[in-house]
């Protein structure tokens, strides 16, 4: 059982990625070729002309068996199945090299991969060049049993100029349908030959069978394992998933979703008086559980109520003095100031300030 795999590695893989190149040119050429021939664009025209030179059959023949209620095959040859079945190749070939140049550069273009594929390829290119060499045998006095006249004969010997580009194209046709089968041919051959293991690929194979072994005995030997189904162990492994990566960041049931808290923690308070938390009695009370303390020991503290008294504050206003400003008076030319006369904020020595100036009780000025 063990020693039986396919390999997937490539005996030649340049050889493999040379014959990917080559066979892009022709599978475009094939396109284009089959392309511009369909539906009809010569190949009636190339069936005439065999009849007039007596290679094959005649198409009036045809039609005239037609119009008199006779029957008369076409032959495949000459059909439009010719023309719209290689044109129809064309197009999958196309689609397949995309595919295969892909998974080349995916690197996982196996051996297995491209001899299912090639041998597909290959058998719709035989059938198409068996189409194109079929017999055609309608005139009994004109019988073809061998490939057509454009194939077998130089294009030549017609005269026309474009009745010899028809046979050209149509000779063309062929040969790029040979090259692409014998390209598959080779792709099949080179796949077989991948596909038989090497020595050095059975023995590598050999240690990646004995490694997977030895590590399928070493879990099947786990007695945790064991012990549980494989439904508990997904259920247990579902489970620990549901556990927070940091103590107290995640939101749930268990106690130590709400309240951080580890065994050295919980000890530690509970030496320097401090009570469990009321998120962790129920947990640590269990039976078995790491940190059960003894009743005795279980203390009820209340820790001491602070109250907050802020500090009153009075608000003093800061206090101003006017004063206002003083002036000198300068009395006009020719006047002499009277000893008696008061100015506003300037006040004699010994005499009270006022802010008119005044005359002895006399004039214009009154006391103040």
Known sequence: MGRFFLPRKWRMPKLVLGLI???????????????????????TVLWRVGGELGFNSDPSEVAYAAYNYQKMEIPLVWSSLNTN???YIGVVCMFFYLIKFTLWLLHIFYPIISLILHVCLAALWAASL?????????????????????ITKSCNIVSDQTERGYCMQAKSAFAVSLIMLITYAI?????????IPTPEARAAHDSKVAEKKAEKELYASSPYDQEMTAEEQWQHM?????????PGTATGHAPWAKVPATPRTTAFNQLQGAPIPQAH???????????????????????PQQTYDPPQ??????????????????????????????????APQGQQEYDEYLYDGKGKGTAM
């Open 313 to 346: 504050q009075t608000y003093f206003p800061p206090q101003q003095t006017y004063s206002p400003p003083q002036q000198t008076y300068f009395p006009p030319p020719g006047q002499v100031p009277h000893e008696s006369v008061g100015y506003a904020g300037v």
């Open 187 to 195: 792709f099949i051959g080179l796949s077989i030959w991948s596909l």
């Open 238 to 246: 579902w489970e620990l998933q549901q556990l927070p990566r940091t």
């Open 21 to 43: 190149i080559f066979e892009f040119p022709f599978t475009v050429a094939n396109l284009a070729l089959f392309g511009i021939a369909a539906p009809n664009t010569y190949r």
């Open 130 to 150: 068996y189409i194109q060499t079929a017999p055609d045998t309608v005139d009994p006095a004109h019988q073809n049993k061998g490939a057509p006249w454009y």
């Open 85 to 87: 079945y290689n044109m």
């Open 281 to 303: 009695q129920e947990y640590y009370a269990q039976p078995g559980s790491p940190m059960v303390a003894p009743p005795q020991q279980q203390q009820t503290h209340s820790p």
